[in-house]
């Protein structure tokens, strides 16, 4: 039994330290593996209790984060529990005897939160060195645990101020083009369109060190990154296909900030997020001004046909996080 003790104690300590190293060091790693399937069976739940409130949605981020910080302290407590219960070269200094488990878990405790020393001790050789290397793995957790948190809670108003930045020109893919149009041409967007695209590649980047970005959701939609993300690309499908090519703003422009959006959709994946089975519908040349000049129509139901796996993934990503399609009750009361 205290052979049994040994092996799962260092199985769960090894466990937490993968997953917890995975998921916070390895950028390209996306979430380790505990914590991506701890985070989709969460968020599911909370979806599910919250019936789609916003302000209830909104706090599933926080928790997502605490409880993955809780997973990986609650597997190392555990594990070191176990490790040292294997053993009886854990000494008692102040009444001596055997230690119990509530002993054990009381060491392995002020141990990995480094509180000092104890009225319990290793005897000397390996176990001194073990009680170090305990202390070590607690340190670590701490340290890269809090920096981890800061990270997040950084790139959380980061991809708030992005959304924001899209929503103050419109709530919609159709007033988003009708704002940029001067009267001649969309000249004036390609500041913009060159921001948003450096801005999302920088976001892209955090999504994919921190997954559980996609689980902060804002409450309000002009705040809401995955609904402004959609707006920008449903616009973006006006500029590059609904409107002829010597209006059109900077093509080069144009194409870096769907192969940003693109990156950014390409997240949904490593984070267990799939495609909608159905498709979006999609936005009309008749919501756009009568000034703003238009390819024919037949063309661009073509074009919308060709990007049908494009739109799914971005209703995926909005029904992943509880949100409306652009251009349904919200925007069009901000009309």
Request: net charge negative; glycine share 6%; charged share 15%.
């Amino acid at each position: 039994m205290e052979l049994f003790y040994l092996i799962f104690g260092i199985f769960l300590v090894a466990l937490a330290i993968i997953d917890f190293v995975w998921t916070t060091l390895w950028v390209d790693g996306g979430a380790g593996p505990l914590t991506n399937r701890l985070t989709s069976a969460y968020w599911t739940l909370h979806k599910a209790i919250s019936n789609r409130q916003p302000k209830l949605l909104s706090l599933a981020g926080p928790f997502v984060l605490i409880l993955t910080l809780s997973m990986w302290i609650f597997l190392l407590w555990i594990g070191w529990t176990l490790i040292f219960a294997s053993t009886s070269f854990i000494v008692d200094t102040k009444d001596g005897g055997p230690m119990s488990w509530f002993e054990n878990a009381y060491y392995a405790g002020y141990l990995i939160f480094t509180l000092g020393n104890g009225e319990f001790a290793p005897d000397d050789g390996i176990w001194q060195i073990i009680a170090i290397l305990a202390t070590g793995s607690g340190m670590l957790f701490i340290t890269f645990g809090v920096t981890y948190l800061l990270q997040v809670l950084s790139a959380v108003t980061d991809k708030r101020s992005l959304a924001s930045s899209i929503s103050g020109i419109a709530l919609d893919p159709a007033a988003f083009v009708n704002c940029a149009w001067n009267g001649k041409d969309f000249d004036n967007v390609n500041l913009l369109l060159d921001t948003f695209a450096n801005d999302l590649s920088g976001i892209v980047s955090k999504y994919n060190a921190y997954p559980v970005l996609h689980y902060y959701r804002s409450a309000t939609h002009d705040r809401s990154l995955p609904v402004n993300i959609v707006v920008l690309d449903e616009a973006l499908t006006f500029l590059s296909y609904g409107i002829p090519q010597q209006h059109q703003p900077n093509r080069l422009l144009i194409q870096e900030l769907r192969s940003s959006i693109t990156s950014y959709l390409d997240t949904l994946h490593a984070s267990s997020i799939d495609s909608s089975p159905v498709v979006p519908p999609h936005q009309v040349l008749a919501n756009l001004n009568d000034t703003i000049p238009l390819v024919d129509p037949s063309d661009y139901e073509k074009a919308m046909e060709s990007l049908e796996t494009r739109r799914r993934k971005l209703l995926g990503l909005l029904e992943m996080t509880g949100e409306e399609w652009p251009g349904t009750s919200y925007a069009n009361s901000s009309n």
